[in-house]
């Protein structure tokens, strides 16, 4: 399994982008996917995590700007990010879990996307 970020960049305080993951292989539909995040000296966080059954969980700190979906047809993870503000500016990730429920980790990561929100 290959994941590939893609569409992060440069956003003013306020804007929106939308980050895509796009996931080879045909275990996609049955995993849960997520997104993190990690700021330069920060730990990796959490940002959304969606189950294979599209069950959605946020952090505190994105709950109501950001939408985590899936298409599982196009085997890609989406995260629609709007309202957004300098502390999002971070490397994004995304990541597959392919018995999450009964392992709670993640079996693959991407490679990360850059998101810089200027204040």
């Known amino acids: 399994v290959q994941l590939v970020e893609s569409g992060g960049g440069l956003v003013q305080a306020g804007g929106s982008l939308r980050l895509s993951c796009a996931a080879s292989?045909?275990?996609?539909?049955?995993?849960?996917m997520g997104w993190y995040r990690q700021a330069p000296g920060k730990e990796r966080e959490l940002v959304a995590r969606?189950?294979?059954?599209?069950?959605?969980d946020y952090a505190d700190s994105v709950k109501g700007r950001f939408t985590i979906s899936r298409d599982d047809a196009k085997n890609t993870l989406y995260l629609q990010m709007n309202s957004m503000k300098p502390e999002d500016t971070a490397m994004y990730y995304c990541?597959?879990?392919?018995?999450?429920?009964?392992?709670?980790?993640?079996?693959?990561w991407g490679q990360g996307t850059q998101v810089t929100v200027s204040s």
């Open positions: 990541a597959l879990g392919a018995d999450y429920d009964n392992s709670g980790e993640y079996d693959y």
């Open positions: 292989g045909s275990i996609f539909s049955i995993a849960t």
């Open positions: 969606i189950s294979s059954g599209r069950s959605a």
